[in-house]
């Protein structure tokens, strides 16, 4: 059974500081997905790796995979309090896919 | 209208009701979803369309009843709820047929009460 773990569940950091969220999953996979929810509000598609060492940028934000070690991290540069919101990892394969807990993430001034 | 919308955005209901939600996809995919999320719990798959068949079904019970009359449209029936099936319930839809392939792209979500 395909099981996403992330870590943390919370996290608080203050404007201007570095951090990174972890996601490992328990199965074979090269696709996964960072989505982004703020609050009351839908899940919004950030970012997709397809291959071992992939790695993507958006602004602060930048995702990276490994498929050997089955973990994708995502890290937050310089955060900013627009960021604040909850971030879900999500694994695929074709026949199945799984979201993270999520991690609140929350910037403060 | 553009991407994935859905109606109503807030329901509340008794246990004796029947209601139904709708999901419409603007964006010419070929597999709608539904999700539940709850609080304190993962995103939960409960039914996967793909061209208008219902290829998943993981183990919801028969109280929620999904229909996909065509590719753009999704309902989610519901009659005889719990008080533990109020949460956000979010529609997908993605490009492709295999769940696990292609982004998925969300709607604004129900969050639905029951009392």
């Known amino acids: 059974e395909l099981k996403v773990e992330q870590n943390p569940l919370f996290l608080s950091m203050q404007e201007g500081k570095n951090y990174t969220i972890y996601c490992n999953y328990s199965?074979?996979?090269?696709?996964l997905y960072w989505y982004r929810q703020d609050p009351g509000k839908s899940l919004e598609s950030l970012f997709v790796?397809?291959?071992?060492?992939a790695v993507k940028q958006e602004g602060r934000l930048m995702a990276s995979l490994d498929t050997k070690a089955r973990l994708s991290t995502l890290h937050i540069t310089a955060a900013v309090h627009d960021l604040s919101a909850t971030y879900f990892c999500a694994v695929g394969d074709n026949n199945d896919m799984r979201f993270g807990a999520g991690t609140r993430l929350t910037v403060k001034p | 209208e553009t991407g994935v919308t859905q109606t109503p955005r807030h329901l509340v209901m008794g246990m004796t009701n029947k209601k139904s939600l709708k999901c419409e996809q603007h964006?010419?995919?070929?597999?709608m979803y539904w999700y539940k999320q709850s609080a304190k719990k993962p995103l939960e798959l409960m039914f996967v369309y793909s061209l208008e068949e219902r290829v998943e079904n993981n183990s919801v019970p028969s109280r929620f009843s999904p229909e996909c009359p065509n590719s753009s449209h999704l309902f989610l029936h519901l009659h005889t709820l719990q008080p533990e099936d109020s949460a956000l319930y979010l529609c997908?839809?993605?490009?492709?047929?295999?769940?696990?392939?292609?982004?998925?792209?969300f709607g604004p979500g129900t969050r639905l009460t029951v009392l």
């Open positions: 997908a839809s993605s490009q492709g047929r295999t769940r696990g392939v292609d982004t998925q792209y």
């Open positions: 790796l397809l291959s071992n060492g």
């Open positions: 964006l010419g995919h070929n597999a």
């Open positions: 199965t074979t996979s090269d696709r």
